[in-house]
């Protein structure tokens, strides 16, 4: 515990540290026509995931730390250069990539799994962490939603299959508790950035291939499936909407709560990390029961929940 209460310490003296950094060299975000926001807030305070991970590497060396940090700091490092100035797509997915091969080097998935399976692999574990950076765009959502995805995996780590280390779980749940008392708030004191947003997902990415590979089981992808509806549904509007789909958009279900119908940021962020939190519960519970038609059971619903979408872009703001 007292290990714990030091990287909090420390998380939260860097947090500080950071916001001299940034206000003194203008890493602001400034609010535009497609933003949640309507004040300039100071951006990549996110930046302390990557001091956990630091922090973990630091007091767990061995062969799979030092892969990770190679990783998380290649795609934490192009993501906060593009917090400061805009970043080839093609130079930040090349970058997601070299990342991502640092984690299949920690797991040994090269001499494990046919190449078919290592490319399907890349392909949805970097679309994950794309998707998880344009999920960020209110106070409190990306904070709530990585406790909503951690603790499950910290349930299942303790109490069913020991597929990690359990700091490698909870040093990212202390990241998210310092970063929340900052952002989560009417007027957050900071934004994660794509520093932040980024740097989390790839953790959470990691974390969802250790037990995937442990289980030899997808289900648990199922502990992102909140973000993955909205995302791929939202995907497919903007593509009916013939839009680019790279572009910044206010069509998120939670933006149209938030920006058509004006409901608190905080509210919207809690309801998506409780939805996650008992769509996992669900999750871990009956998929022993009944298997698969957990999974389909929870798609239908919460399609449903999206659905409600078109109506409230229909309706004047209240």
């Known amino acids: 515990m007292m290990v714990y209460l030091i990287v909090i310490i420390v998380l939260f003296v860097s947090e500080l540290l950071y916001f001299k950094i940034a206000d003194r060299f203008n890493i602001i975000d400034k609010p535009n026509e497609r933003s949640s926001h309507t004040q300039i807030t100071l951006r990549g305070g996110g930046i302390i995931y990557w001091?956990?991970?630091a922090l973990f590497a630091a007091f767990h060396?061995?062969?799979?730390?030092?892969?990770?940090?190679?990783?998380i700091t290649l795609v934490g490092g192009i993501s906060f250069l593009d917090d400061i100035k805009n970043v080839s797509q093609k130079i930040r997915l090349l970058v997601h990539l070299?990342?991502?091969?640092?984690?299949?080097?920690?797991?040994?998935?090269?001499?494990?799994?046919?190449?078919?399976?290592?490319?399907?692999?890349?392909?949805?574990?970097?679309?994950?962490?794309?998707?998880?950076?344009?999920?960020?765009?209110?106070?409190?959502?990306?904070?709530?939603?990585t406790l909503a995805v951690?603790?499950?995996m910290l349930y299942v780590n303790e109490k069913l299959f020991a597929f990690a280390d359990t700091d490698f779980l909870i040093y990212p749940m202390l990241a998210s508790v310092v970063f929340l008392f900052f952002n989560f708030r009417k007027r957050a004191k900071c934004f994660a950035g794509d520093v932040g947003s980024v740097t989390v997902a790839f953790w959470v990415v990691v974390l969802l291939l250790m037990l995937i590979v442990k289980t030899e089981s997808l289900v648990w992808i199922g502990f992102l499936i909140v973000y993955g509806v909205?995302?791929?549904?939202?995907?497919?509007?903007?593509?009916?909407?013939?839009?680019?789909?790279?572009?910044?958009?206010?069509l998120h279900f939670y933006q149209i709560l938030v920006n058509e119908l004006k409901q608190s940021h905080l509210l919207v962020s809690t309801?998506?990390?409780?939805?996650?939190?008992?769509?996992?519960a669900l999750i871990i519970y009956f998929f022993p029961l009944i298997g698969w038609w957990i999974i389909g059971i929870l798609l239908l619903l919460l399609v449903g929940i999206y659905?409600?979408?078109?109506?409230?872009?229909?309706k004047p703001a209240v």
């Open 61 to 71: 060396l061995s062969a799979f730390s030092a892969l990770f940090i190679i990783g």
């Open 230 to 250: 909205d995302t791929v549904l939202t995907i497919l509007h903007r593509i009916y909407l013939k839009q680019n789909i790279m572009e910044a958009h206010r």
């Open 150 to 152: 951690l603790l499950p």
């Open 271 to 280: 309801f998506y990390f409780v939805t996650q939190l008992l769509c996992s």
């Open 98 to 145: 070299i990342g991502m091969t640092f984690v299949f080097l920690a797991i040994n998935a090269f001499a494990s799994y046919p190449w078919w399976v290592i490319l399907l692999a890349y392909i949805v574990f970097i679309g994950i962490v794309n998707a998880y950076n344009f999920m960020d765009g209110i106070n409190g959502i990306t904070g709530l939603y």
């Open 307 to 314: 659905m409600l979408k078109f109506k409230m872009m229909s």
């Open 51 to 53: 001091i956990a991970a």
